[in-house]
Each structure stands twice: as structure tokens, then as C-alpha cells.
T-cell receptor, first 117, second 114 residues
Framework: AQTVTQSQPEMSVQEAETVTLSCTYD???????LFWYKQPPSRQMILVIR??????QNATENRFSVNFQKAAKSFSLKISDSQLGDAAMYFC??????????????FGTGTRLQVTL | AAGVIQSPRHLIKEKRETATLKCYPI?????VYWYQQGPGQDPQFLIS???????DKGSIPDRFSAQQFSDYHSELNMSSLELGDSALYFC?????????????FGQGTRLTVV
């Protein structure tokens, strides 16, 4: 079974600064997807960014980028130019790429990000 | 763009009552997932469906059942409700293939059992 670990329960960043959220995972599979989801106080789960394991290039979405280290099974999220609206709980998630299955998302325990003025 | 629609948004039930949660996936998404998120916890997978057939099962109590209908909407039926069932219930949908298998979540149904 796959596991996802987020070792930082809480992080804080000043507005306009950069912050990196850590995530490690454990799997014996070679093909999979990794995601970061954001959950603001409204508790809506919002997809932030996705990485395919077969791609070496790190995914980027505007101010959000990842550092994917497949050998180390590490998948960190970097938020640049942090904004007040980035304050939320961030979940790292793993999804298997097994043909023929509606593979579920396995979530980490989350990192609560606080953005200060 | 159309999103995943869940209803109701809020639900209050008494112990031992029954609740039905509904989920309408994004058009052309044929796969639906249900998750349960307790206070301060990460979402826990309950069950998934593809083309109206159950695809995977997680930590779903026997008191719960779910199905996916011909129009791809899904319903989660919860019977003999317990206080511990109070949680936020998410539905997510994704395409079976393509789209990078991105799963998009609805806004959730907040169930309170009193």
C-alpha cells in the first residue's frame, strides 16, 4: 500500500515571500501521479498542481511549482510571491497509474500554511 | 466550467436515522469517488465507481452503501447514523482515461449527527 507523509503540520510565510512544503511518499510502483490540493477555510478541495511520475520535468502552475525527486520519493511544493489567499491546508496526494482501475487518491495529513503581512 | 455538484451542502440528522448524499460529476467524467473527512483529518477514501460499477472500496462501513446511476450521478446512502459519522463528505470525479486523471472535488456535504 502506498503512504504519503507530510512532516510539517504548520508553516508560516510572509506575504510576497517564498515557501516550500515537503512531501514524501512510499510506493513500489513505477507509474503514478502526484498532486497538491489546497483546502481553504471554506473546505473546498482545490487542485493546485499535478506531476506525472514518468516526466522528469517539474510541473509549474503560475506561482506554484514542484520539486519532484523520483528516486528519493520526494514531492515538494514551492509557492512564490505568497499571497494572503494562499493561506490554507495543503494536502499532498498520490494516485496509482494501474491500467483498468479507478485508482483512489491517498492523502498525506496536510500542512497548514499561514501567510502573514 | 462545470464543476462537481453535491447536494445537500449541509445535513443534520439524528442518531439511527438515514441520510442520502448526492453527487453529480463533471460532464464526460465517468468515474466517481467518495471521501470522508473528519475534523482536522485528511480525506479518507470510501468507495469509487466506474461506468456504474463499483471499482474500489476503502474504509466504508457496512451501514453505508453507494451506487452510480446511468447518468453517472452517484448517491451515498448512510443508515443507522452514529455520532462518529459527523464529517465532511466529498465526491470527486475524473475521466477514466485522459486528462491526466485529474480528480476534481465537489464542495462537500457537511453531515452533522446529533
Amino acid at each position: 500500500a502506498q503512504t504519503v507523509t507530510q512532516s510539517q503540520p504548520e508553516m508560516s510565510v510572509q506575504e510576497a515571500e517564498t515557501v516550500t512544503l515537503s512531501c514524501t511518499y512510499d510506493t513500489s510502483e513505477s507509474d503514478y501521479y502526484l498532486f497538491w490540493y489546497k483546502q481553504p477555510p471554506s473546505r473546498q478541495m482545490i487542485l493546485v498542481i499535478r506531476q506525472e511520475a514518468y516526466k522528469q520535468q517539474n510541473a509549474t502552475e503560475n506561482r506554484f511549482s514542484v520539486n519532484f525527486q523520483k528516486a528519493a520519493k520526494s514531492f515538494s511544493l514551492k509557492i512564490s510571491d505568497s499571497q494572503l489567499g494562499d493561506a490554507a491546508m495543503y494536502f499532498c496526494a498520490y494516485r496509482s497509474e494501474i491500467t483498468g482501475t479507478a485508482s483512489k487518491l491517498t492523502f498525506g495529513t496536510g500542512t497548514r500554511l499561514q501567510v502573514t503581512l | 466550467a462545470a464543476g462537481v455538484i453535491q447536494s445537500p451542502r449541509h445535513l443534520i440528522k439524528e442518531k439511527r436515522e438515514t441520510a442520502t448524499l448526492k453527487c453529480y460529476p463533471i460532464p464526460r467524467h465517468d468515474t466517481v469517488y467518495w471521501y470522508q473527512q473528519g475534523p482536522g483529518q485528511d480525506p479518507q477514501f470510501l468507495i469509487s465507481f466506474y461506468e456504474k460499477m463499483q471499482s474500489d472500496k476503502g474504509s466504508i462501513p457496512d451501514r453505508f452503501s453507494a451506487q452510480q446511476f446511468s447518468d453517472y450521478h452517484s448517491e451515498l446512502n448512510m443508515s443507522s447514523l452514529e455520532l462518529g459519522d459527523s464529517a465532511l463528505y466529498f465526491c470527486a470525479s475524473s475521466p477514466w482515461t485522459g486528462g491526466g486523471k485529474k480528480a476534481f472535488f465537489g464542495q462537500g456535504t457537511r453531515l452533522t449527527v446529533v
